[in-house]
């Protein structure tokens, strides 16, 4: 038994809205050693975000509601902790990255502020001591230290996800998450954002999960690889398993939707339909209705994980009947 | 641009105002002036003169504090909204403070318990409230706290019992919008990116309302204060009708059933330059709660 | 010989589109509690104004006086009791529906008529238009929109017809700034590009295509509209600037009645409890539709 | 942030207490030798010139004195005047008293007397009130000459006006514009806060020792909602409520701790008709009208049952007056209008302004109705409603009348034919009633006037050109403790001599 830092078991959570439940998660198993990175990949509307919430238990309810399932991070059972031990918890253990740095600080108040809180709080500094901490972890992220005083309108995108980082990384906690970190930025930012965040990463040997629907970017920073699909774990396993050993038709179609670097004449086969209503998911797999392989089993029961090997596991009808079922994938990243 | 707005009011006030019918001269001089005094008083007033060149000596006069005399009582103007404005002014004030120390918390409370029960019964009322005409609330409240309880007087201006009934039933229509706007400001705050941030670096619940949620949510609730003042100052006239009150809102409605041209038009121009303050307050104020606006006042 | 039919074509899209946009908004309204029971209660009054003559006689219930039965406490002949003329409130409050919807739709009518052109205008002109426009509104907004109405009417003198001039006028800005900001949104989208790209001209684009498609906002501020129109309408009349007696208005109602609170609350309770059931109905119903037109927002 | 809160509550808090600690300092409790009189209305000037309304009257009273003024029976009596005679019949000299000072110390000429007539005449309020008055002329120090354009019985009640009252010379000359009144009343000037209030504070040098104030201070306190009014009488707020709202009596009466008086008044409320006008040059017509109208029901809705029938065209207490012919009988009214030739009735408008004309108008309409008239109600407002009856445009109207104690300051403005575009406003042009007023006027002996007044009031109810309505009742509540409460025939009267 490894030593991991977060175990999520048979995860489901749903949405009570008033024009029906939408099941965001519906069984997520997700296993994380320390300081590997865990790639989650999937379409907009997958759940990524939601199970990055759920582990910080910060899923807004209403309308959210875990229906059942157990998180466990750093050998702490989330769902059973207090609001207050949550609060200790977060920003301490396990801190986020979110989405769009545009959004994701306060612009009423300073910079040096907002990454001192978090200094305050968890290590219970008095407030120079934490401003003069913040100072450090902001030139930590390549930001001056005299533009504490400034406001976040008065940063530029990248900047602003690097105080982001900087309040994320300000406790050194265990675990990080980020949620497309670098999808709201410019791509020449975009590498040196990915860049800082696997050098700090190693420098302060966290555990990281990488939310991500951009491959390229899982396979430069990621150690294992899940894709999501419509609330449920479709394949999940090392770098390798998943890119190189690709098993679920959904994996396959998210690969055949990127341009190949290497062979820029190879043609784009984009996945058709659109992903199931959440509100009314099929009994059967949810992405019966896209799959090119699909069979009549695949529109009435719901597909079972199937392994290949200790990390590396698919939930797909096509490996039940024939286990050594081969995709007919048209290209395969070296 | 607050002088050439209310250089814009005062001739457009001063222009409805100049239609009503009806001679001023005679209206001063009453019934038994003669034919000459009459002609006499028009040139002495200039009433014969251009809209334009009665606005231009208007606005001179204003610009030395002078508005002319009322013509029913012949006093200055100026001399009586100065005395009567202070009246307005507590009331008016007092009520816009009354709004917002209720005002804010129930919708913050309203808006971190969405669909609570809180939440319901504050929305209906706070519906309610800016459904209920002011001069009927005014009634009622002195029905039940006048006649009835006693516990406060109906209607003048004596000590601070006397302004709790009309600064409340003035307080009611703002108090729900401001309400309403606290509430949805605060929904779609705390629903923001930057408040997961905060929850995500451990700040306690209470502090991610009240330090990161609230100053953000308080600046469209800032708006609607200035907005209410406006609504706050109309509102005014029919309190201090109702209740008696010594204030311009009273002046105002007095001298308008006195066909008391100069004083209604003082009344308006005072109630707008107000209303225009408040809004260049609201201005500076709105720089300092939000950092992203580059105050030009300060 | 082309154009005629793509047009045609092309309204046809729309119209199915709104229609079916509408549908959409009416099955959410429908899903709001509080819009139905407001629009429950609006149709009571409108049921009341439209069959008024069979529900009492405008002459003899309304108007007739009985000094022998004057102030009597609300009964089985008198639901609501009879005022200081021996009128029976309940017939007064009936006809008084007429008029409080009469004037506080055909007010906004102006409103919208006047403020909408001037928004379109300006929102689809730009440039110096809307400037100038919006400088001359900025005036108009300066002025509490109360007070507004107050001076108007002052200054015309009171009745039915100035003292819907004058609430309309008073909040032409108020429609100007919604009808332009609803014609900024719309404007540059495709259709319309499209419209002008065919050669349409700028009328018929702003009638045709721009106003239809910017409506969902308009709608929800003219319902409000009409709600605090019926309001000012009232508070006019209670200061004696609006409805002259012996018409029955609530608000003047209120004025009569108010001398005699102290021993006969009734004769003030029913009229406010009129104006409160129909500008809350009318609020209830103008935020459902915004919750409906605007599902995001819920 | 925080400190931004901190900060703007305590912008907030401290704002509060300043307008907090602005309301606190009237708070004070009253002591029992001040007394305070609610009026209905805030007066309109402290310059006993510059306004011709009774609120205002009620302080230029106090702090200003007349060469005459009117006693609680409505008989002239003299207030600053010594002594006066009539040398000739258009020719009055009159000696004021030696050693009046003003409230500033200087003592009162007949500088000031002669300046303050003169200014009188010309001062827009007031200057139809000495308009008989031809000139002044300084006699000696406190003797002046008033000479009259002809003989005029009635002139010494022209002298009680409020507008007549005597001022300093040097100070109305001066810039003060009576912003703090300088007189030589029993009370001085303290402050008059607009709307609010007015204080007065007793003048211990005083001339007149009989009639010297009483209470150290009174304040009028303005409170212009009726109910209101009464209810800071049983509070305690005031003292005194000058017009107390009729349907209020009964509660004053059963308290018993205030005390109620009541006389009629002056005022007298009419229906008046154009007589130039069809059909009421009819006089068949005029007749019918005053048998039409419920008198009863006018006074019950208008005054909640507290008023007297009005059967002539004054008020009772008058010198003269003679009950009219008529009563409340709608069949003789239809009676006369088949005799008149309108057996199915006609059409006409009422033309009126206020709300208590209004509502009194209404009442009329529905009687008016019951005789097959039909009458629609034109309401003006106040100004445009005089001058369009003074251009004769009304077909009927209906009105108030506070009269002069002298028939004739009522009569001749009234039922002269000259005044007709005056106030004649049935615009009667009628010999007889022209002569019965000019011997009145020029008659000097009381008996003498007091038959030929008679015989007006005989001929101009069988004229009929108006309809009187009813004649107010002076109502006023006190506290059961004050002392010295007097009411004239136009109210609450001689208030220096209210006291605890």
New interface residues.
């Given amino acids: 038994m490894k030593d991991h830092i977060l175990e999520i078991k048979d995860l489901h959570i749903q949405f009570n809205t008033d024009e029906g439940v939408v099941q965001a998660l519906n069984g997520i198993d997700i296993t994380l050693e320390r300081g590997k990175t865990l790639g989650l990949v999937g379409e907009t509307g997958a759940g990524k975000t939601t199970t990055a919430l759920s582990i910080l238990r910060l899923v807004p309810r209403p309308p959210g509601e875990v229906v059942r399932g157990s998180i466990i991070l750093d050998g702490i059972p989330i769902m059973e902790q207090s609001e207050y031990e949550m609060e200790k918890i977060r920003g301490k253990t396990v801190s986020m990255i979110f989405q769009d740095p545009m959004t994701a600080l306060n612009p009423?108040?300073k910079v040096g502020e907002q990454i001192a809180e978090a200094i305050s709080i968890h290590q219970k500094l008095s407030k120079e001591k934490s401003l003069a901490k913040a100072r450090e972890v902001l030139e930590l992220v390549g930001i001056p230290g005299n533009r504490m005083q400034e406001y976040p309108h008065q940063f530029s995108g990248g900047m602003k996800q690097r105080v982001i980082i900087a309040i994320a990384l300000s406790c050194s906690p265990k675990l990080l998450i980020a949620d497309e970190p670098t999808t709201a930025l410019d791509v020449t930012i975009q590498a040196q954002v990915l860049e800082l965040m696997k050098e700090l990463k190693q420098k302060f040997h966290m555990a990281m999960v990488m939310i991500s629907h951009d491959l390229g970017v899982v396979a430069e920073v990621c150690d294992d690889v899940a894709i999501m699909y419509a609330g449920k774990i479709v394949e999940q396993g090392s770098l390798e398993d998943v890119f190189l050993r690709t098993k679920h038709p959904y994996t396959e179609g998210l690969f055949n939707s990127i341009p190949n670097i290497d062979d820029r004449k190879a043609e784009l086969i984009p996945i058709r339909g659109l992903m199931s209503d959440p509100y009314n998911l099929p009994s059967g797999c949810p992405f019966f209705d896209r799959c090119d392989y699909a069979m009549d089993i695949c529109r009435t029961e719901k597909p079972v994980k199937h392994s290949f090997s200790d990390t590396h596991f698919t939930e797909c009808h096509l490996y039940t009947a024939q286990p050594e079922f081969s995709l007919k994938s048209k290209k395969t990243k070296e | 641009m607050l002088i050439p707005v209310m250089l814009g009011v005062i001739f457009l006030v001063f222009f409805i105002i100049s239609l009503t019918?009806?001679d001023a001269a005679s209206?001063?001089?009453?019934?038994?002036?003669t034919e000459e005094r009459i002609i006499e008083l028009r040139d002495d007033m200039g009433l014969d003169d251009p809209l334009i060149v009665q606005y231009g000596r208007y606005m001179w006069d204003l610009l030395r504090g002078n508005m002319g005399d009322s013509y029913?009582?012949?006093?200055s103007v100026a001399?009586?909204i100065v005395?009567?404005f202070?009246?307005t002014f507590?009331l008016t004030?007092?009520a816009i403070?009354l709004s917002?120390?209720i005002s804010i918390p129930i919708g913050v409370i309203s808006a971190t318990k969405q669909y609570s029960l809180f939440d319901n019964i504050g929305m209906i009322l706070a519906l309610v409230g800016i459904s209920m005409p002011s001069f009927w609330t005014g009634l009622i409240l002195i029905i039940i706290f006048?006649?009835n309880l006693?516990w406060f007087?109906?209607?003048?201006?004596?000590?601070?019992m006397s302004?709790v009934l009309p600064a409340f039933t003035l307080a009611i229509a703002s108090t729900a919008s401001i309400t309403r706007t606290t509430r949805s400001s605060m929904l779609e705050v705390i629903r923001q990116d930057y408040i997961n941030t905060a929850k995500a670096k451990g700040v306690s619940r209470r502090k991610v309302i009240t330090?990161h949620a609230l100053?953000n949510a308080l600046i469209p609730a800032v708006t609607v204060i200035g907005l209410e003042f406006g609504i706050l100052l109309g509102g005014a006239v029919l309190t201090e009708t109702v209740f008696?009150w010594?204030?311009i809102g009273?002046?105002m409605v007095?001298s308008i059933?006195r066909?008391d041209t100069p004083m209604v038009l003082g009344c308006v121009i005072i109630f707008s330059l107000s209303f225009s303050i408040v809004n260049l307050i609201i201005d500076i104020l709105y720089a300092?709660?939000d950092p992203r606006i580059k105050a030009n006042y300060t | 010989m082309s154009t005629p039919t793509t047009t045609t074509y092309e309204k046809h899209t729309l119209n199915t589109k709104k229609k079916s946009q509408w549908l959409d908004v009416w099955k959410r309204l429908k899903k709001s509690r509080t819009a139905v029971i407001g629009l429950i209660l609006i149709l009571v009054f409108l049921m009341l104004a439209l069959f008024a003559p069979f529900i009492a006689d405008y002459e003899k219930d309304a108007l007739?006086?009985n000094?022998k039965e004057?102030l009597q406490s609300p009964s089985l002949t008198h639901w609501f009791g009879t005022d200081?003329?021996g009128r029976d409130i309940f017939a007064r409050i009936v006809y008084g529906t007429r008029i409080s919807l009469f004037v506080g739709i055909i007010s906004v009518s102006i409103a919208l008529s006047l403020g909408g052109t001037l928004g379109a205008i300006a929102g689809y002109y730009g440039g110096r238009i809307d400037n100038a426009i919006m400088r001359v509104l900025d005036v108009l907004l300066a002025i509490p929109t109360i007070l507004l109405a107050i001076t108007i009417v002052a200054a015309l003198?009171?009745s039915i017809l100035n003292l819907m001039i004058a609430v309309g006028i008073s909040n032409i800005p108020g429609f100007a700034r919604v009808v332009r900001a609803s014609v900024l949104s719309v404007k540059d989208q495709e259709y319309i590009e499209s419209a002008r790209a065919i050669g349409a001209r700028d009328h018929t684009i702003i009638l045709k295509h721009v106003l239809p498609n910017s409506m969902a906002p308009i709608v929800v501020f003219a319902t409000l509209k009409v709600a605090s129109a019926i309001m000012a309408t009232s508070s006019l009349s209670f200061i004696?600037l609006g409805i002259?007696?012996?018409t029955p208005e609530w608000g003047n109602m209120l004025a009569?009645g108010?001398?005699?609170?102290?021993?006969h609350m009734y004769i003030v309770l029913s009229p406010g409890l009129a104006i409160v059931l129909t500008v809350l109905s009318l609020n209830l119903i103008g935020d459902g539709l915004r919750d409906a037109l605007d599902p995001k927002l819920k | 942030?925080?400190n931004?809160l901190v900060a703007l509550s305590l912008i907030?808090l401290f704002?509060?207490l300043l307008?907090?600690a602005?309301?606190?300092q009237?708070?004070q409790q009253v002591a029992k030798t001040d007394i305070s009189i609610a009026l209905s209305a805030?007066i309109?000037?402290l310059?006993p010139m510059?306004?011709?309304d009774t609120k205002s009257e009620r302080v230029s009273f106090l702090l200003f004195n007349r060469l005459f003024r009117l006693n609680t029976d409505f008989e002239v009596v003299p207030d600053l005047a010594e002594s006066w005679s009539q040398p000739s019949p258009e020719e009055w000299v009159i000696k004021i008293k030696e050693g009046v000072l003003f409230h500033d110390g200087t003592e009162m000429t007949s500088e000031d007397v002669k300046y303050s007539l003169d200014r009188s005449r010309e001062m827009?309020?007031v200057?139809?009130v000495l308009?008989e008055v031809n000139s002044v002329e300084v006699v000696d120090t406190y003797t002046v000459k008033i000479t009259t354009n002809s003989a005029f019985a009635p002139f010494l009640y022209t002298l009680v006006h409020a507008g007549t009252s005597i001022v300093p010379k040097a100070y109305a000359e001066s810039d003060d514009k009576f912003?703090s009144p300088v007189g030589s009343g029993p009370y001085t000037f303290v402050e008059w806060?607009?709307?609010?209030r007015v204080v007065l504070a007793k003048n211990d040098a005083y001339f007149d020792a009989d009639n010297m104030g009483q209470s150290a201070q009174i304040t009028f306190?303005?409170?212009?909602?009726?109910?209101?009014r009464?209810?800071?009488l049983e509070?305690g707020?005031v003292d005194v409520v000058d017009e107390l709202?009729t349907?209020?009596i009964g509660k004053v009466e059963d308290a018993s701790d205030l005390t109620l008086y009541q006389k009629p008044s002056t005022r007298i409320n009419f229906f008046a008709m154009n007589t130039e006008k069809e059909p009421f040059d009819n006089i068949l017509v005029r007749q019918a009208l005053n048998y039409a109208v419920?008198k009863e029901?006018i006074i019950?809705?208008a005054l909640d049952g507290a008023g007297v029938q009005a059967d002539s065209v004054l008020a009772p207490s008058f010198l003269g007056y003679k009950k009219g012919p008529y009563s409340y009988d709608p069949e003789q009214a239809k009676a006369l209008l088949v005799k008149a030739g309108y057996p199915d009735g006609f059409e006409m408008s009422i033309m009126t302004s206020g709300?208590e004309r209004?509502?009194i108008a209404?009442?009329i309409q529905?009687n008016f109705m019951d005789i097959g008239v039909t009458a629609s109600?034109e309401?003006l407002?106040?100004?445009?409603f005089?001058?369009s009856v003074?251009k004769g445009l009304e077909q009927s109207l209906v009105l108030g009348w506070t009269s002069n104690p002298d028939p004739d300051a009522t009569l001749t403005p009234i039922f002269f034919s000259g005044n007709i575009g005056g106030?004649n406003f049935s615009r009667i042009n009628d010999p007889k009633l022209d002569s019965l007023l000019k011997a009145g006027r020029e008659e000097l002996d009381l008996a003498g006037r007091a038959e030929i007044y008679g015989e007006f009031h005989t001929y101009v109810m069988e004229q009929a050109p108006f309809v009187p309505l009813f004649v107010n009742n002076n109502n006023v509540g006190a506290n059961a403790g004050l002392k010295g409460v007097e009411l004239s025939p136009q109210g609450l009267w001689n208030i220096e001599k209210i006291h605890y």
């Avoid at chain 2, 029913?72 to 006093?75: A, D, E, I, Q, V």
């Fill in positions: 009423v108040i | 019918p009806g209206m001063i001089l009453g019934d038994g002036a029913s009582t012949g006093r001399g009586e005395q009567r202070p009246n507590k004030v007092t403070f917002v120390l006048a006649l006693g007087p109906s209607g003048g201006m004596k000590g601070i302004l330090r100053g008696s010594p204030g009273r002046l007095e059933q066909k300092y709660i | 007739g006086m000094v004057r200081e003329f003198g009171a004696g002259q007696p012996p009569g108010r001398a005699y609170i102290r021993d | 942030m925080k931004k907030f704002a509060s307008l907090f602005g309301g606190n009237e708070g805030d309109t000037s310059d510059g306004h011709n827009p309020k200057q139809q308009s912003a806060v607009s709307g609010d306190k303005v409170i212009p909602e009726g109910t209101s009464t209810i800071a509070t707020e709202p349907m209020d419920d029901a019950a809705v709300d209004k509502r209404e009442i529905a109600i309401m407002e106040w100004g445009t005089i001058d003074l106030m």
